[in-house]
């Protein structure tokens, strides 16, 4: 069986696999939302994070029981403008 070490580079679907097998497009709203860590490497545009890096973020997250980030809740076909739901003026 392999060492694991902190210096071990881990790529995007490895990532997102050992987090819920969450989406790309989550992956980066939540470098937006809950300060997912920038890439330790990038080599030929693949981004890469050590170990290290993604043990200290899952036990210093802001919000620990996230595992899909919240979608906005979208504007009824029907209403338009206005509240989700509001029937049109």
């Known amino acids: 069986m392999p060492v694991l070490l902190d210096d071990d580079l881990l790529t995007s679907a490895q990532i997102r696999a050992s987090i819920g097998n969450i989406s790309e497009m989550t992956l980066w709203r939540w470098s937006l939302s ?3 860590p920038p890439p ?3 080599i030929n545009r693949r981004k890469f994070w050590r170990r290290a890096t993604m043990k200290y973020w ?3 997250r802001p919000d620990k029981g996230a595992e899909t980030a919240r979608r906005p809740q979208s504007r009824s076909r029907r209403g338009g403008r206005g509240e989700v739901g509001a029937p049109a003026a």
Do not use: S, Y
């Open 34 to 36: 809950l300060g997912f």
């Open 58 to 60: 899952l036990a210093t």
């Open 40 to 42: 330790d490497k990038i």
